[in-house]
Structure formats: C-alpha cells, structure tokens
T-cell receptor, first 110, second 114 residues
Framework: GIQVEQSPPDLILQEGANSTLRCNFSDSVNNLQWFHQNPWGQLINLFYIPSGTKQNGRLSATTVATERYSLLYISSSQTTDSGVYFC????????????FGKGTLLTVNP | DAGVTQSPTHLIKTRGQHVTLRCSPISGHKSVSWYQQVLGQGPQFIFQ???????GRGNFPDRFSARQFPNYSSELNVNALLLGDSALYLC?????????????FGDGTRLSIL
C-alpha cells in the first residue's frame, strides 16, 4: 500500500517562530488532508489539499502532486499550536481509506 | 451544524468483554469510516461504510465488526476484548464514499481494557 513519511518527527519552537512540516507519499493520491491533533485527542481538519496551495490565517499548505509531497507552513506560532500534525492521503487504488503518517509532534514554548 | 458525534467518550472494559461504539455523521453525509489510534501512532483504518454497505476493511481480526443504519449512523462492535484493543477509536464521515472528498472526524471514544 501507499507509504506516508512525515518530517521532522519532533519540533520545538519559541512562540512567534515559523516552521515547515513535510509529508512525502509513495504513490499518486486523490485526497490529501492535514490534521492537528490537540492534547485532548481531537483531530481537527486543517486543509483538504490534493494539489495546489491554500491559506487559512497563519497556516498555509502546498501540495505538489507530481513530485509526491506536501508542505504545511505555520507562521508566528502560538502555544495553542502545540500538538501532533498528521498528513493523511487516499490513493486511487484504495479509494476508501485514509493512510496516515506517523505525525510531527510540535511543541511551542512561551 | 453539528459535527461528527461519537458516544461514549470514555469506556473501561475488562478482557473478554464486548463493546459497542456509536457514531452519528454530519447531516447529509452518507459515508462513515472507523479508525483505531493507539498511543504514539497515527490512526489506522478499520472499516468504511457507504449507503449501508461495507466498502472497505482494514487489517483487523474478525472480532471487529460494524454496520450502518438507514439514517447513516454507525456502530463498531468489538468482541472478546484484548489488552491491545485499548485505543482511541475515531469515526469519520464524508459526503460520498469515493476518494475525492474530505473526511471529518469526531472526538473519538477512548477505550481502556483492564
């Protein structure tokens, strides 16, 4: 099945810093989503972005489907941004499930 | 509009027991999927249901089963519970069963097996 690799696995920032999270995938996809899982376990939709670029406030994402990667940018980070960021993809061959990466654990210190 | 709702939020069971978890999708969504997330890992796909039919199954034993009702809500059943079944169980809904629609997740049911 499709493989999803996220980097870095851990990231520690000071409040106000910027960061870039990366997601590589091994096959073509028809769905790519970025999620933020907060310390209470809630999985929050950030972006649905199988291709192209989107922005939502301090967050933006870019997916280059032909090169099989996606990037999540966080600017002016806040302590509430802490948590685990997951990339999840759906490939054309198994179009009924999302395959998740192992996540990036982000800690933003005040 | 209400999001995906799951019940119960927490549950404690002992080995060998049976458990039923429930999920109500976003209004208008016809597809429901179930995922298991153990500590330190990303969610793993268990089942997808669309229009009351099973459309996909992950690599889980037959102790795991599910169904979808006419109102598109769903139940996940796990028999003969093992310690390793302790996890966060997440339900997700989407408009249709095909791949090019985002999935929206509920807050999950945290299951602990003693």
């Amino acid at each position: 099945g499709i493989q999803v690799e996220q980097s870095p696995p851990d990231l520690i920032l000071q409040e106000g810093a910027n960061s870039t999270l990366r997601c590589n995938f091994s096959d073509s996809v028809n769905n790519l989503q970025w999620f933020h899982q907060n310390p209470w376990g809630q999985l929050i939709n950030l972006f649905y972005i199988p291709s192209g670029t989107k922005q939502n406030g301090r967050l933006s994402a870019t997916t280059v489907a032909t090169e099989r990667y996606s990037l999540l940018y966080i600017s002016s980070s806040q302590t509430t941004d802490s948590g685990v960021y997951f990339c999840a993809v759906r490939s054309g061959g198994s179009n009924y499930k999302l395959t998740f990466g192992k996540g990036t654990l982000l800690t933003v210190n005040p | 509009d209400a999001g995906v709702t799951q019940s119960p939020t927490h549950l404690i069971k002992t080995r060998g027991q049976h458990v039923t978890l429930r999920c109500s999708p976003i209004s208008g969504h016809k597809s429901v999927s179930w995922y298991q997330q153990v500590l330190g890992q990303g969610p793993q796909f268990i089942f997808q249901y669309y229009e009351k039919e099973e459309r996909g199954r992950g690599n889980f034993p037959d102790r795991f089963s599910a169904r979808q009702f006419p109102n598109y809500s769903s139940e996940l059943n796990v028999n003969a519970l093992l310690l390793g079944d302790s996890a966060l169980y997440l339900c997700a809904s989407s408009l249709v069963g095909s791949g090019n629609q985002p999935q929206h997740f509920g807050d999950g049911t945290r299951l602990s097996i003693l």
